[in-house]
């Protein structure tokens, strides 16, 4: 937790609603179980026997201090609606897989008002060889896919790790050898809502080199210009990050492929477009425009560059 989150007058109000209101559960079991597999028995956990999943597999950003007094307020006011999900280890500690900042935000409790009823957690509990890493991994990634917006390159680890751990599991070997990569990408996309080639994009921002995905991280670059930019190998990166970093807008990068040589690249980036970008509205079939609306925004922009042939053609064979 940040060290910044101090004791305020927001903090001591919540409180001392809390001590007011102290017949509240603690827990409610009116929740949404649907990502834990096995397991379902909820016990409680004593808090100093927790530790963290390894930063490398729990790679997602804690919560600002006004989500996490928000947090805190929720359970104080609420009780806690998610139990967290751990995994037993030998040295009889537990590892988190889900919910790390709902046990800082019990730690942080427990400090501030010394009331013992915050040392223990509700948790389900996978036991010591229920589950292999992989599986503690996927654990982590899902929980988190469904619980918190993330960013696009939180996205993007994500699914690499989830295809690094399909591809490890034994039902998955023949239908990778036999499909490729395209099955197990169908499944990740029917498990995480989104389409299939979401998904490659998302993967594709892996490849980014660093300084782009900083500029991404800031939302200098939009998404989709990361994934065109990530189409290109690292030297190539850098030397569109070294002297065009400014024009990674979709204005460019939608004209991107990655057979592209540097000097092909070199002219479609010196190019000033003085060409002016109108919206037009135009009737389609509502089936066609729920389409429109699940396209990807590299995908869109695909499909404006056509339309516009389109209508050149049509008016180059109205005009004969």
Do not use: C
Request: proline share 2%.
């Amino acid at each position: 937790m940040s060290s910044k989150l101090k004791n305020t007058d927001r903090m001591k109000n919540l409180m001392k609603s809390s001590a007011e209101d102290s017949n509240k559960s603690l827990f409610t079991r009116d929740i949404n179980m649907s990502h834990i597999q096995g397991d379902t028995d909820i016990r409680f956990i004593d808090v100093t026997s927790l530790i963290p999943a390894p930063s490398e597999w729990n790679f997602f950003t804690p919560l600002t201090d006004s989500k996490m007094f928000e947090l805190i307020e929720s359970i104080l006011s609420k009780g806690l609606l998610h139990p967290i999900v751990v995994w037993e280890r030998e040295d009889s500690t537990y590892m988190i897989l889900s919910g790390h900042n709902r046990v800082k935000a019990y730690e942080y409790i427990l400090k501030s008002t010394q009331d013992e009823t915050f040392k223990k957690i509700p948790a389900f509990i996978k036991g010591e060889n229920a589950i292999t890493e992989d599986e503690a991994k996927e654990i982590i990634i899902d929980t988190n896919w469904v619980q918190r917006v993330l960013s696009p390159l939180e996205k993007s680890r994500s699914i690499a790790t989830k295809y690094a751990v399909l591809r490890s599991k034994s039902h998955y070997k023949s239908a990778y050898n036999k499909y490729g990569d395209g099955k197990i990408r169908d499944k990740i996309a029917e498990e995480y809502k989104i389409s299939g080639r979401q998904i490659t994009e998302l993967e594709r921002l892996n490849k980014l080199i660093e300084p782009f995905k900083d500029k991404l991280y800031q939302n200098s670059i939009s998404y989709s210009a990361g994934a065109k930019i990530a189409l290109f190998d690292e030297s190539i990166q850098q030397w569109l990050f070294d002297h065009y970093v400014d024009k990674m807008t979709s204005k460019y990068t939608r004209r991107f492929k990655g057979s592209l040589t540097q000097k092909q690249l070199e002219d479609i980036l010196s190019q000033e477009s003085t060409q002016e970008y109108k919206k037009i509205s135009i009737e389609i079939s509502s089936d066609v425009a729920e389409l429109f609306e699940n396209l990807s925004m590299l995908e869109k922009n695909k499909l404006s560059l056509k339309i516009e042939k389109l209508i050149e053609s049509a008016k180059e064979t109205l005009s004969n």
